[in-house]
């Protein structure tokens, strides 16, 4: 065609103008640090593995999960889950049900065999874990992972720790807490039962292993002096839950008191119920916005029945009564006794007042240090014995079952480095991702799903278990509540809404990059960012 | 074929023999009969594939032949006065876009006050606007020039108006050699566009062109309509040759050879003079006729070598440029080699306005005695705008010239102020 | 709303894309094929709503012709932005003419289009508010009337910006433009003037009539490809914020427009035939407060002593919509 000049344009030939000079600011893709993530003490990449979970890829949602805790199905269940604390759906309708999601996925792995990738090859390295709980399975498999030869030595008959001796069934399924245990054996954790470490420098020595990892948890309980008249039952929570493992179950009587603010005290008090107590009473000494124990797991025991005596300390323990005394919270938030006193019925007193560590394996460690009854470590979760490391119960922090396996994800990444001769270091932590950031505008109106709860007889006199899973389709939905905070999930929106055509979309997983020669810095890929992934930063004129 | 018919409807048949696709109109008199014409024919499927858009106004039909022509169609609309100025900002549109649509445009009198009948101030309004105009001297002529605008429209991509005698030819019944369907075929081959709204191949139509090139584009289409005049000439040969008779070009010279005066003139006013030339010359007077046939582009070669031996030039016209005078007298002074004060500009027929013989031969021969103003209106009320002169130096602000003399003639009883 | 909402899908149909959808059902401006029919290097302003709206409706509308289309464009910042010699950003076939005739050139091409024989070739023509609903009025009327087969899209940013921020007939009440300056006792642009387009357009009762924005891509989309299934006369609305002639950050391009729908002001719906047929309601309403504030040509409002009263009347036009095209109501297509 025979143009005519300068009125008649070959098409698109605007490229030619590249606006990208008229920019002040530029937009960047950044990755914020979502607040589950940063909320979770197992530091999983919670809204990494719901970005499979999403797309219905419960594998990759998985095998993503596990790259922190090898225990989803069992932390699907007995979580306090921080990070639906942190969710900022929260702000929007309700928090996403991520633990409910966990349960759903570990669900999925243990239905479907999924198994654990095997190293590439072996270290050579060999290290002993002692303990079988959480923290040291959470260890074990994780130097496993990375190729070292790992043995876990028990003192019980059993693996698990206090995720089978302190947590009810009714809550955690044996099953799945076997097949869990199992699972991380069969990546070539060798776990020795009934295999009691009285001398931790001996058993390095013995077994040639190049470190330790110390995890023997806290199972001697505290103990309070009650002047306790003579025949009354007066037992410890950690003796109940443990014995509800036996063959023999503990008998508590018609009338039990617990006593203690704990989620052990619950856990007592519930187990209790379905023992046939007909009264299942908390003694706790403060208010239940005190109370150390979860709301969550509180409500579900009052739904079953259980009582809870608010503001009181046993003073004494008769025969069949106990004697309280009603207490009232000072200025501080301190109870401070009344001195009214009331008598309680009572065939038997559960103390579920903490627990202590047993240290004897540690006599004689040189430079280990034991600081209120737990083990000093540092930040790499050495003890100040070079080569021992130790988490969980027995150093200093929350005593929870999550908590321990975050410190046994750590410790083993710091035995790793360690075993290399290096020292390993906390890669540098995004910015949080907070509500603030957010577009919540473009996510669909959607209150979280809840999960099937047993009816209530069947929970005040079996050990089944309360709380169900979800559906496929449920869980699906639930995963796909997560708004993506602080990490592209490839919504286009930057891509779309930008007017001059200065997002290149790389494909699906390849995210986006900026084409800089036409962005004129406009900052509608900011603000349209549904999930705060894009900043802006000065142009430097 | 021979036909006795209205010029109207003989432009019609001329325009459909040339297979237009779009057409789109907005009536104004004394342009209706034409399109009229056309919309039977279309309706009847005479035409077909061809679209007839009865649009709302003269602006929407020149837009509607834009929006047609670009797209690869061989756009036709016709329109007159008022509508022809309404249209204006798309009638310049079309030819800075170098669109070659063909307009007839039945000459009319441009208002206020308003006025249906001839004269050539609504054409002569555009005559800056980069279009080709053309004017007939009569029916024939008229038919024969609208098959020829085509050709020369999409050889140039350039638009093309023929301008035909609002009345006097568009309502005059004549005798007309009709060509034939073969003929016209022969002549004008289907459109191919110099540049069309294609999605198989996109270009944008109509940038926004800055002063770094605007003036370029400008003389680009004067440099345009420059090789239209070789064109024209070339395109009446080879219609001559297809059709067997002369018509079109530039311009035609009757009797001029030892004429001391010529007379310039243009479209159907052309047959009078020459018929009082004839008279004249009969009388042994030296004057003969220039017809200018092609207003735009200004031939203004054909139009020295014309005129260059006579003593005295008259332009006649029906038009006037307020304030100034002739425009095609202007234009002929601007050509003529001569000294400019032998041109004589003669406004005639303004509004439909009759030019007789008698006057004409009044004027004329004020020319060959060299009595002739520079600037005359024939056959002007003298005494009339003498009056209402006269009041205006009175009296300021005395309302509108119409109604001045409308109220000295006794028309109405208008208010006076 | 005229698409079938997406469910549960984190996202639902609310952002441009979702890579849990399947292809078909994602937006055109999610693909990395989409046409780009306004490409980069275009010299609108950053943030224009206009060349966001444009690309949006064009891109859809060759997506739906399969990129069988020609688009006639009336004189503004459309225009002047997207070719200026010598280049252009169209990647169609696209022509300008004037301010006030795209929908009489959209005529002439599709009837030229209809002798041609290529039924599969579609018209657009478009323009912004004052090519559209002022100078451009009587063509666009006569378009509609004679249900040519054209679709004209109006991206109306309320004034005339590409002169620089002059009043038109789709300036809103109080608004201040250049024009209509509120000083002395003025208060910027009049209560009870101004047209509403797409009423004016479904008195023609042509085929199809819709409203939309640039804050809802899908709807948008949804609606250019509804338009497109029919033939004749149609015409869709689409409000594209200007961060110069607002005043509002270029950022806050889609905020602005999703503001003016959530508060009820812009009321998004379609229409066949002159009856309405679909009407988007409004997910999270909010008073006009949360669209005026935000915005310099209504500061006026807000500077002490402050025009409550003006206010209150333009929450009252808000209402009137939320009445006349229920804009309120079952959420159920809100997801």
Known sequence: MKKPFAITLDPGSSLANHTGSWRTVRPVYVDRLPPCNDACPSGENIQGWLFHAESGDYEKAWRLLTEANPLPACMGRVCYHPCETACNRAQLDECVGVNAIERFIGDEALKHGWKFTPPAKSTGMRVLVVGAGPSGLSAAYQLARVGHTVTVREAGPLAGGMMRFGIPKYRLPRAVLDAEIARIAALGVSIELNAKVDDVLAAKRDGHYDAVFLAVGAHIAKRAYLPAGSAGRMLDAVEVLRSMEGEDRPLLGRRVVVYGGGNTALDVARTAKRLGAEESVIVYRRTREKMPAHDAELEEALQEGVLVKWLSTIREAGESSITVEKMTLDDKGMAQPTGEFETLAADSVVLALGQDVDLSLLDGVPGLEIDGGVVKVDANMMTGHPGIFAGGDMVPGERTVTVGIGHGKLAARNIDAWLRGETWTHPQRHEIASFDKLNTWYYSDAPKAQRPVLDMVRRQSTFEEVVGGFDPATAQFEARRCLSCGNCFECDNCYGVCPDNAVIKLGAGNRYAFNYDYCKGCGLCVSECPCGAIRTQPEEI | MLKQVEGSAAVAEAIALCRPQVICAYPISPQTHIVEALGRRVDAGELAPCEFVNVESEFAAMSVAIGASATGARAYTATASQGLLFMAEAVYNAAGLGLPIVMTVANRAIGAPINIWNDHTDALSQRDCGWLQLFAEDNQEALDLHIQAFRLAEELSLPVMVCMDGFILTHAYERVDMPTQAQVDSYLPPYEPRQVLDPADPVSIGAMVGPEAFMEVRYLAHAKQQQALELIPAWADEFRRVFGRPSGGLVHEYRTSDADVIVVALGSVLGTIKDTVDMMRDEGFRIGVLGITCFRPWPSVAVRNALQRAKRVVVLEKSLAVGMGGIVGNNVSASFSGSPDRVHTVIAGLGGRSITRGSLRRVFEQALTDSLEPLTFLDLDRALVDRVLERERVQRRSGPIAEGILKDLGVVAAKTG | ?335
């Not at chain 3, 252009?88 to 022509?95: G, L, N, R, V």
């Not at chain 3, 250019?224 to 609305?237: D, Q, T």
């Open chain 3, 1 to 335: 709303m005229s698409y079938q909402p997406i469910r549960f899908y984190q996202t639902g149909t609310f952002t441009v894309g979702n890579r849990l959808l399947p292809e078909a059902q994602r937006s055109v401006q999610s693909g990395r094929e989409r046409t780009n029919s306004l490409n980069s290097g275009h010299r609108a302003c950053q943030g224009c709503g206009e060349a966001l709206g444009a690309r949006y409706a064009i891109d859809a509308a060759m997506a739906a012709t399969n990129r069988q289309l020609v688009a006639a464009n009336a004189t503004g910042c459309l225009e002047v932005f997207s070719t200026p010699y010598p280049e252009t950003s169209w990647q169609i076939p696209w022509i300008h003419s004037l301010f006030g005739n795209a929908a009489a050139v959209g005529t002439g091409i599709a009837a030229a289009l209809r002798v041609q024989g290529k039924r599969d070739v579609r018209v657009v023509a478009q323009g912004g508010d004052g090519g559209t609903t002022d100078i451009g009025f009587g063509c666009l009327s006569g378009m509609f009337e004679r249900n040519d087969d054209v679709l004209y899209i109006c991206y109306d940013n309320e004034a005339y910006m590409n002169t620089g921020v002059q009043r038109s007939s789709a300036t809103p009440p109080a608004a201040r433009t250049n024009t209509t300056m509120p000083v002395g006792e003025s208060t910027g642009a009049r209560f009870g003037q101004g047209k509403n387009l797409p009423l004016i357009a479904m008195a023609h009762e042509i085929p199809y009539v819709a409203t939309a924005t640039v804050a809802e891509l899908r709807d948008l989309e949804a609606k250019v490809r509804r338009a497109m299934e029919f033939r004749g006369a149609r015409y869709i609305h689409v409000l594209v914020p200007c961060p110069l002639g607002w005043g509002h950050g270029s950022a806050e391009t889609i905020k602005m427009a999703r503001l003016a729908q959530e508060t009820a002001l812009f009321p998004v719906f379609e229409a066949e035939h002159g009856e309405v047929t679909n009407v988007s309601k409004i997910r999270r309403q909010l008073p006009v407060e949360n669209y005026l504030k935000p915005q310099t040509r209504f500061a006026h409002l807000f500077k002490p002593p402050g025009h409550a009263d003006l206010v209150a009347r333009i929450q009252a036009l808000a209402d009137r919509n939320v009445q006349r095209f229920g804009l309120v109501g079952d959420a159920e297509d809100a997801q």
